[in-house]
């Protein structure tokens, strides 16, 4: 058995626990949670945006009907400048960034435009053809700030519900390291891959891409 997977079985990997009810909710925490602390900002953003919907619950154990599917935000933030003011000033990069605000609506339109609306239009996207995916995918990396590695849109799929998808940021890189110096993203995604699939075969439970990251993010905060 691998050294990272005998690390990773140590921390127990769960399934997932509370998570977004809505598209919306899911497409701020992508775009904002790259390099911003996520308990003291991040999560605090997306409750601001979900209580001018009246959404005083907008973190769930079971999915639900999607509170504030993405045409009601688009209705509610005509442009950045309005969004801004319910969550903040930061840029996507600091080499010709845009502000995250805007960068929000452009993936609210584009996925808009693609029919993908509501958390069960997103899930309906990624169970169905891969080429549908990509598409939208495509369009979704031509917003400024998608960086490298693509990690921002593989972060949107993953808190829709793809298990497959990690967030392979700082955090999971920073564990990771400790391993294989110099890891990087592309990287990262291989390693969790078979780390996942050595440890539904030794712990003999299913055991995901999503649920290695996830213990893996949570035990490098506490560092």
Known sequence: MSVIGDAVALLDPRPRGRRWSSLSYCVLDAVWSINTRYDSVVVPLVWRVAAVFGDDQPEVLEPRMDPVPLPALLARYADAEALQKDTNAQITSPHSGILRAEAALRYARILVDHEVGSLVAAQTLMAGSESDWKAVD?????????????????YLWMLCGNDD?????????????????????????????EVATELTARLGRPVTPWMVDHAIWLDQRTR
Not at 138 to 147: E, F, I, M, S, T
Request: proline share 9%; hydrophobic share 40%; aromatic share 6%.
């Open 138 to 154: 495509r369009a979704l990396a031509q917003v400024p700030g998608d960086g490298s590695y693509g990690i921002r849109r593989g």
């Open 165 to 193: 998808l990690i967030k392979p940021d700082r955090m999971v890189l920073r564990w990771l390291s400790r391993f294989e110096p110099g890891i990087d993203p592309d990287r990262a995604r291989h390693v969790v891959a």
